[in-house]
């Protein structure tokens, strides 16, 4: 019976090996960063109780409820336990679980699979990586934790082989003071529509202000005016207080932004601009002050692929507060597009550097020498898996982007010699001491800019 | 309403910072080795169609049925998804919807959790830590790759900073060949019975192959003769010849043995000790061959915490067969128990080396200068959170085990000095220059030996 392999599920994406091994050295190099500036690494279990990941409010998540196969027919429905649809609400529960553990700030990163039950559409996947760094206090955060987050990730950021990324900031004090100094009736309801701004045009915007917010004409006019404010200095301050609006909160929320604008300020020249941008408002009422969002070039449909900011009760026991900020990379919607589009690609589809030949199924002890050699000094080695004719054996390591093929020494007089099967070039060599060049000892990330628009 | 933080979930091991920092150290070092033998990775979803993994007809495993929240009420129940046990079901799977895109012997290496709703107990876990290798070819695998594998594990097993490890090898050909040879009436309740003698004395087992596998006494004790049989080099192939039995099978598992057991001789020695352990039968079915198990030094009740072998057809498409053999280490059953047991730890509970600190929060900046510079050369360094005094600042580090504080120059012509606050030296020192020593440059892992028995 001829039957069909298995074919993908939607929404789940996963990668072949070159791929993977790009997207693990790019996880490697978000590590560095993160921990040379202190974060210290956890994880949490996949599952949370049902109540805590619906306990925000924001149940509008497509959450996967998980139970025992024996349980799904007896439908038990009371110990619901349901996978972690972000990193967030993990996080906040592993602080309280074990607050008298940790010192405070406690800085720590978080790279892990989250799993969502969404339609699947461009940048929106039912499983995907996300790699979160943020900062928690007990009691008071200090403000400079904003500034230090914003840094941090615009420098891992930087270091990622991806077309340019736009760092957006935004502070919700501001937009909120702003509203209120114009007077506004449903702030609430104005932020919601100023979120839209990069889905539908400045019209609609308007119109949505006048009709779902109870904005008059002018107020709408001044909300598009300073919602369309975006600057990559602290000039958006003067532009903001030529509009003549007045308030406390507005007053705070443009000190905020202008610190942190000032604290990213070549940060990562190039590579991520980084800007004030006053539509940014982050449809979640936990943000309080700092807000971040960001795009990718020649990507901005995928929408923000790296958000944020700081809430002043990441958690509560009902003693104590945890305030915190942070900021989430999508790994997954960043990196998934590239692979698919080819942007991103690995220069080989194995670790190996060197496939040691073998002249006869007797030698492979010798060839199995050769390849501990090599190793020993680092070198990713496999030997052939049958000592068919060498060309047959150099095609086997061609196939897999292998750049080196060795042919140990047959008789105790004779050379090693070690073959570059892409020149063709064969040298004698010393497995005790040949080195290959840098640039082929491990997999390299091949990063093709895209078409010039 | 004062209301406590919430209770830990059996099962689900979760590691505070520290502890994190080893485990992660770990398999850094796992997947360093088994790039090194040229495996690649992957990472398959975490979701495998119920079908597919009950469809083994092993359906003892406690699966964990998972479907969007919206649909659990509606016990629609045919879409099923469940979590995956193992790596071994998705990487068949894996295999078989890329096999036109994998070059083959395809050899990989793979590092996730695994579910499974089986009740918790010592070295079982609810969710857990496997890493995975495994070869897999179209057609026809080479007997030498059961040596490959088996070396490569016992290298990785050899770098862990763990009690002593025992790899205990045999090969099911040999139990299957001697049990044909006496003339054993049900071969399969025999190597089950055989399967339990970790378990029950050896008297019980006899009773068991005379009650359950049908064997008579003198056919029962010639079982208990060979699966006693245990020996770190190839005198097994004597002492079983020496029992009289006579079977090509038995002498095909002899031979395969006795070339496995050659070629880990002297590959990790000291740390990690192979053995020819013939009582070793592993229950799952579909091994055909070779067979791995290894036991923790003073942890053996944790059951074999890496196991694996040869499978002849670890896939089928109907058309094509996918034979395979691998080894699979419990990351978890291996390390969770030893961090409760104190055994192993991190020298610190963050990444950092240096706190920079602060003489007041106007200097902030100047600080931060110098953190750059540090971590520019690859030193993890944080910057004090508050202006407390200098006091509270260097126990806010010790607290956190970070072994230095530096202080800011305050002047133009003033030093910077770095105070090891373990010892109390404090010296002058530059940015851009100095170097902690390598020890203190990342957390260590604190390896304490068991309490002599």
Redesign the interface.
């Known amino acids: 019976?001829?039957?069909?392999?298995?074919?993908?599920?939607s929404g789940?994406p996963?990668?072949?090996?070159?791929d993977?091994?790009v997207e693990?050295q790019i996880i490697d190099g978000l590590?560095r960063t993160f921990?040379?500036?202190?974060?210290?690494?956890?994880?949490?279990?996949?599952?949370e109780p049902?109540e805590?990941l619906t306990g925000g409010g924001d149940v509008d998540k497509?959450?996967?409820?998980?139970?025992?196969?024996?349980e799904?027919e007896s439908?038990e429905?009371d110990a619901?336990?349901?996978?972690h649809f972000d990193l967030t609400v993990p996080f906040a529960?592993?602080v309280?679980?074990?607050?008298g553990?940790?010192?405070f700030?406690f800085?720590?990163y978080q790279i892990q699979?989250c799993?969502r039950?969404e339609r699947p559409q461009a940048g929106r996947y039912r499983?995907f990586t996300q790699a979160d760094i943020d900062i928690v206090?007990r009691g008071d955060l200090?403000f400079?934790?904003d500034v230090e987050v914003a840094s941090v990730m615009a420098q891992a950021l930087a270091a990622l082989p991806v077309p340019a990324l736009r760092l957006q900031i935004n502070n919700r004090k501001l937009l909120q003071g702003f509203l209120q100094g114009i007077g506004a009736p449903d702030i609430a309801a104005a932020m919601r529509v100023i979120d839209k701004m990069d889905k539908v045009s400045a019209n609609v915007v308007g119109e949505l202000l006048r009709t779902d917010a109870g904005l008059s004409d002018k107020q709408a006019r001044s909300c598009l005016e300073v919602a369309g404010i975006r600057t990559t200095d602290t000039s958006f301050v003067a532009q903001v207080r030529g509009l003549g609006v007045h308030d406390d909160l507005l007053d705070e929320g443009l000190a905020e932004l202008a610190v942190v604008m000032e604290g990213c300020a070549g940060v990562a020249p190039g590579r991520v601009g980084v800007e004030a941008d006053l539509r940014i408002a982050r449809g979640l009422d936990y943000y309080t002050g700092t807000v971040f969002e960001t795009r990718l070039s020649g990507y901005e449909s995928l929408g923000s692929i790296c958000s944020g900011g700081r809430y002043d009760s990441l958690a509560s026991?009902?003693?104590t507060t945890y305030p915190g900020v942070g900021i989430s990379l999508g790994v997954s919607r960043l990196l998934v597009p590239l692979f698919a589009d080819g942007i991103l690609a690995a220069s080989r589809?194995?670790?190996?550097a060197v496939l040691v030949a073998m002249a006869d199924e007797q030698s492979?002890h010798t060839s199995a020498v050769v390849a501990q050699a090599l190793?020993a000094r680092?070198?990713?080695?496999?030997i052939a898996?049958?000592a068919d004719k060498y060309g047959k054996q150099i095609r086997?390591a061609q196939?897999?982007g292998i750049p080196y093929v060795w042919f140990p020494a047959t008789a105790p007089e004779a050379a090693h010699e070690v073959k570059d099967i892409r020149s063709g070039d064969q040298v004698a060599a010393d497995p005790n001491t040949w080195l290959p060049p840098e640039v082929d000892l491990t997999p390299q990330i091949i990063s093709t800019p895209q078409p010039a628009e």
């Not at 619901?80 to 996978?83: E, F």
């Not at 309280?96 to 607050?99: F, G, P, Y």
């Not at 589809?349 to 190996?352: A, D, G, K, M, N």
């Open positions: 019976m001829a039957t069909h392999g298995p074919a993908p599920l789940f996963e990668l072949l090996p070159g993977r091994m693990a590590r921990e040379l500036h202190g974060f210290a690494p956890i994880e949490t279990r996949a599952m049902v805590r497509e959450i996967y409820a998980v139970r025992r196969l024996a799904v439908l429905s619901g336990l349901g996978l529960r592993y309280l679980e074990n607050a553990k940790l010192e700030p800085r720590r699979k799993w039950g499983e206090a200090p400079h934790h026991d009902g003693r589809s194995v670790p190996s492979r190793r680092g070198i990713s080695t496999e898996a049958s086997s196939r897999r």
